[in-house]
């Protein structure tokens, strides 16, 4: 019996390799181990017969001793009889063949009973750096002890051994049935489960936790060893976000009901039941009032939560009164009254007084006119709050566009005009007003309805400052050219400046909107281009849905079609997830975004279109013209040709 045959006569695993890492010969329990014939495990390169998890540790603890002649120690896993893997602690030290006098590395098996803890410690650390508990359950005793990981899950579990009946009543009772399937795991390992957990001091938790079955050493115990992990936060989190989308959606679905309801509404007596059943509802408030002009005096109207006898010296009012409500309606423009004291400073011998003063101290009220640009104001809504309450700006904002759309209702209804007339003013009235002044940045828009003045498309654009500084522009067009399109186009828009506010990236707003007008079975999709651009250094992220390309154009003359990424038409399709890219504006260069009435009509193709108004834009640049002209130029090819369809241009300029 030579040397080799002494190295290998052990009932642990063994193997001589050669110094590259070659198997030169092994015993039975070595190829046990490695789940092979003795005769396929010659020849090949020993860490190529490790599972994938365990190769690189493998390979490494041999070229150590190869390399450095010093004894090397690793925690190696087996695959393992049963199913169970074998955690066994392997030395690999250099030895010379007495045969061929040549050097080699044995690899084997060491016997660690009186110290199984060794074993445990690279789990210990790994499950330390994936910010994880781990445990081991000891079938035989019943008990289970808690080795260590993250700091703040050891916290949840003060005693170092616990017996499984402790544990299980500390568990909540629909998950004890989770614990015991996990405490008996498969072969292999189990899958996440999840479960209740009290705690001490600070209530229930939500772990989630996976088992597998571990022997410690050759012919050692077998335990089951747990990782978990505290999904308290998360849990919250996602409810609280779960809870905040549904509320959002409410609201969303809400103020687009309103926005309909006050565009069709027919009659006087209709505009005021929708104001007074829906405003104070709308924005939180506690009642609400509605005053027309009549003759150059308020004729006011209440919810039921204000009574008339309350209100009785505003009814009649001159507008030359010097109270709150005249003056904003004289003035067009907003009013907020933050409490009694706040009324009293500001219109000392107002009307109204004696009954502010009955009502007391608990409210606040906001006053918004019913406007429309260039005409006089008509009336006015007052909203009450509880004391202490201040609308958001946007809040008031909205509140001031559906005031807008009042005004405009009104006035029609008073002019006896027909509902499609109605539905063209306020489809103009809900494009917005572009920001007077955005450093860095030219913005300019152009819309145009339909060539015969009846049909009412729902082309619309948006601009506005979103509050990490970056310029938020969508486009779009809602399906048909009716009333119901208008419509359509009002609660798209709203919605996406509702959901825009709280969320950074375009994407994730047309993948929400698209959401709302699913669950809600929105009548009419619409398609819509959304970009987020920084004024400062020009990056730009977009996303489409199912809309026209842009068109970047350069200063010297040039221009490129961008096709953006994204997903289909808003409003048809469930759980799409939207994308978006990212890109940079040249300085001096522009994108152009339009509707398909701009590059579309009869005898013209979408890719003419589009190639069309990329050399105008390209050329305007080239010209030295500035957005408004560039947007004019592009418009009024596009009416030149006899499109039938509403037309919109939106012009970036970045300077």
């Known amino acids: 019996m030579d040397a080799s045959d002494e ?31 003795a005769e396929e495990c010659r020849g090949r390169d020993f860490g190529d017969l490790w599972p994938a998890s365990q190769r690189m540790s493998a390979e490494g603890l041999v070229l150590h001793a190869a390399k450095t002649k010093t004894v090397a120690m690793q925690v190696l896993e087996f695959p393992g009889l049963g199913g169970a893997s074998v955690a066994s602690l392997i030395e690999a030290r250099q030895v010379k063949d007495p045969a061929g006098d040549e050097q080699l590395v044995w690899v084997h098996a060491l016997d660690s009973r009186n110290d199984l803890a060794s074993l445990l410690i690279p789990f210990r650390l790994a499950t330390t750096a994936a910010d994880l508990g781990l445990w081991m359950y000891s079938p035989r005793d019943r008990q289970l002890e808690w080795l260590g990981g993250a700091p703040a899950l050891g916290a949840l579990f003060p005693d170092p051994s616990v017996s499984l009946r402790k544990l299980i009543s500390a568990v909540h009772p629909d998950d004890r049935d989770a614990l015991r399937q996990l405490l008996r795991p498969p072969p292999a390992h189990s899958p996440w489960g999840r479960l209740r957990y009290l705690t001490q001091h600070d209530g229930w938790h939500q772990l989630a936790a996976k088992t597998r079955r571990i022997q410690l050493g050759y012919g050692g115990p077998e335990r089951v060893f747990g990782v978990v992990r505290d999904d308290t936060k998360q849990e919250k989190r996602k409810k609280e976000a779960e809870a905040a989308l549904v509320a959002e959606r409410q609201r969303a679905k809400d103020i687009a009901d309103f926005s309909s309801a006050l565009i069709t509404a027919a009659t006087e007596q209709e505009l005021q039941q929708v104001v007074l059943t829906r405003l104070a509802a709308t924005f939180r408030g506690t009642g609400a009032l509605l005053a027309l002009v009549e003759e150059g005096r308020l004729h006011v109207s209440t919810d039921a939560r204000v009574a008339m006898c309350e209100v009785a010296a505003l009814h009649g009012l001159p507008l030359d009164q010097p ?333």
């Open 7 to 37: 190295l290998l006569r052990r009932d642990d695993p063994a193997a001589l390799l050669t110094l590259d890492g070659v198997i030169s010969s092994l015993n039975p329990a070595m190829a046990t181990a490695l789940g092979r014939p």
């Open 323 to 655: 109270s709150p409500l005249p003056e904003a309606i004289r003035k067009g423009r907003p009013q907020f009254i933050a409490d009694r004291d706040d009324y009293v400073r500001r219109w000392p011998h107002g009307a109204g007084y004696m009954w502010l003063a009955r009502r007391g101290f608990d409210y606040t009220t906001s006053i918004t006119p019913l406007s429309e640009t260039g005409n006089q104001t008509l009336g006015a809504w007052m909203v009450f709050y509880d004391s202490g309450y201040r609308p958001s700006l946007d809040q008031q904002t909205l509140m001031g566009t559906l005031a807008d759309l009042a005004g405009q209702a009104l006035r029609r209804i008073r002019l006896q005009q027909a509902r499609v007339e109605l539905a063209t003013a306020v489809q103009k009235t809900m494009l917005p007003t572009l920001p007077e002044h955005i450093a860095g940045l030219e913005v300019a828009a152009r819309y145009r309805p339909s060539r015969d003045g009846l049909d009412i498309g729902g082309d619309w654009y948006d601009v506005f400052v979103m509050p990490d500084g970056a310029v938020a522009l969508e486009i779009g067009d809602a399906q048909g050219h009716d009333v119901d399109a208008a419509v359509a186009m009002g609660q798209v828009r709203a919605s996406i400046r509702t959901i825009a506010a709280h969320e950074p990236d375009p994407a994730t707003v047309l993948t929400r909107t698209n959401e709302l007008l699913v669950t809600t079975d929105a009548a009419r999709f619409a398609s819509c281009t959304m970009l987020h651009i920084d004024p400062h250094d020009g990056q730009v992220t977009g996303t489409s849905a199912g809309h026209v390309p842009v068109l970047c154009a350069c200063k010297d003359g040039r221009h490129s079609i961008r096709e953006l990424p994204g997903g289909p038409v808003l409003g048809v399709m469930p759980d799409t997830a939207y994308r978006e890219e990212t890109f940079t504006l040249d300085k001096d260069g522009a994108l152009i975004m339009v509707t398909d009435g701009v590059v579309e009509g009869p005898g013209l193709t979408l890719e003419a279109g589009l190639e069309r108004a990329g050399t105008l834009a390209g050329t305007a640049l080239r010209d030295g013209l500035n957005a408004e002209e560039t947007a004019d130029r592009i418009l009024d090819a596009a009416v030149a040709v006899d499109h039938a369809d509403d037309v919109a241009v939106l012009v970036i300029r970045r300077t």
